[in-house]
T-cell receptor, first 113, second 113 residues
Framework: QQQVKQSPQSLIVQKGGISIINCAYE??????FPWYQQFPGKGPALLIA?????SEKKEGRFTISFNKSAKQFSLHIMDSQPGDSATYFC????????????FGGGTRLMVKP | EPEVTQTPSHQVTQMGQEVILRCVPI?????FYWYRQILGQKVEFLVS????????KSEIFDDQFSVERPDGSNFTLKIRSTKLEDSAMYFC???????????FGPGTRLTVL
């Protein structure tokens, strides 16, 4: 019940295209859903996050869509750029003192010039 | 911009040896975490720490692991007797408030020979 499932494992998109990564969770106690971007040899860096009281959040080219009833959320990267090539992780956590992040399996995105 | 720092960047050790991984969280943060990432796999939660005690720990965090905040700035992860399977990237993270984002350090690559 703690799992977060992420798909696809890898994604190749042309420059200017839309990248879409999907995640699904089971634990209804999760109430915070961040997306992290990770470049090789670096730590995960927060990209954008959403709480379940909204269905969509947009920051620049990055949008999270959240479907509470389906327990799914997705990341859309508009106008994808070669510099967006990285591994993307969705995650989820509960609002408690532990507040551990449960990560999805990751999506390796390659944006071709 | 404040950031989480970790030392060393790479640690090589022999199986059975003790290692201490060090982290300096962001200065006004109150919640501290260790995660690990085995090469090519997802990020896994190890332990969370708040108010000088462990808040939550995963199954991975067995008796061979311990954490400590020896002073007002450092947060350490000790592995008493390293195993080959402990080889991974270890990330420290911190956050300020319970609703805040977790900010990750650059990681320490631990190689156990």
């Amino acid at each position: 019940q703690q799992q977060v499932k992420q798909s696809p494992q890898s994604l190749i998109v042309q420059k200017g295209g839309i990248s879409i990564i999907n995640c699904a969770y089971e634990n209804t106690a999760f109430d915070y859903f961040p997306w992290y971007q990770q470049f090789p040899g670096k730590g995960p860096a927060l990209l954008i996050a959403i709480r379940p009281d909204v269905s969509e959040k947009k920051e620049g080219r990055f949008t999270i869509s959240f479907n509470k009833s389906a327990k799914q959320f997705s990341l859309h990267i508009m106008d994808s750029q070669p510099g967006d090539s990285a591994t993307y992780f969705c995650a989820a956590s509960k609002n408690n003192a532990g507040n551990m992040l449960t990560f999805g399996g990751g999506t390796r995105l390659m944006v071709k010039p | 911009e404040p950031e989480v720092t970790q030392t060393p960047s790479h640690q090589v050790t022999q199986m059975g040896q003790e290692v201490i991984l060090r982290c300096v969280p962001i200065s006004n943060h109150l919640y501290f975490y260790w995660y690990r990432q085995i090469l090519g796999q997802k990020v896994e939660f190890l332990v969370s720490f708040y108010n000088n005690e462990i808040s939550e720990k995963s199954e991975i965090f067995d008796d061979q692991f311990s954490v400590e905040r020896p002073d007002g700035s450092n947060f350490t992860l000790k592995i008493r007797s390293t195993k080959l399977e402990d080889s991974a990237m270890y990330f420290c993270a911190s956050r300020q408030e319970i609703w805040d984002t977790q900010y990750f350090g650059p990681g320490t690559r631990l190689t156990v020979l």
